[in-house]
């Protein structure tokens, strides 16, 4: 079955940097998209970091623009987002996900915050 596991996250300074990972298992990884979400408490989960199945298609959500990088290793299964200069407003659960067949699957997260 389709797994996701994200890891990484942590508590991190503002103006810091983390890297989480997703590694994903149960289905041709090299084929999909995949994408990172974020949600914040009383918040709606968002997009935040999206790429295509060769790595060179990304996508960012404005607010990440400029401070993330996602990226995707085929061999290793595993994509990756990279975050620089957080702010507290990044603080968030984060969340992979890829869409296989009109299902959404998403890891079970990975807690970001930013404080100091």
């Known amino acids: 079955q389709v797994r996701l596991v994200e890891s990484g996250g942590g508590l991190v300074q503002p103006g810091g940097s983390l890297r989480l990972s997703c590694a994903a298992s149960?289905?041709?990884?090299?084929?999909?998209?995949m994408s990172w979400y974020r949600q914040a408490p009383g918040k709606e989960r968002e997009l935040v970091a999206s790429?295509?199945?060769?790595?060179?298609?990304?996508n960012y959500a404005d607010s990440m623009k400029g401070r993330a990088t996602i990226s995707r290793d085929n061999a290793k299964n595993t994509v990756y987002l990279q975050m620089n200069s957080l702010n507290p407003e990044d603080t968030a659960m984060y969340f992979c996900?890829?869409?296989?067949?009109?299902?959404?699957?998403w890891g079970q997260g990975t807690q970001v915050t930013v404080s100091s």
């Open positions: 790429i295509g199945t060769v790595g060179g298609s990304t």
């Open positions: 996900n890829t869409r296989i067949y009109r299902t959404n699957y």
């Open positions: 149960g289905f041709i990884f090299s084929s999909y998209p």
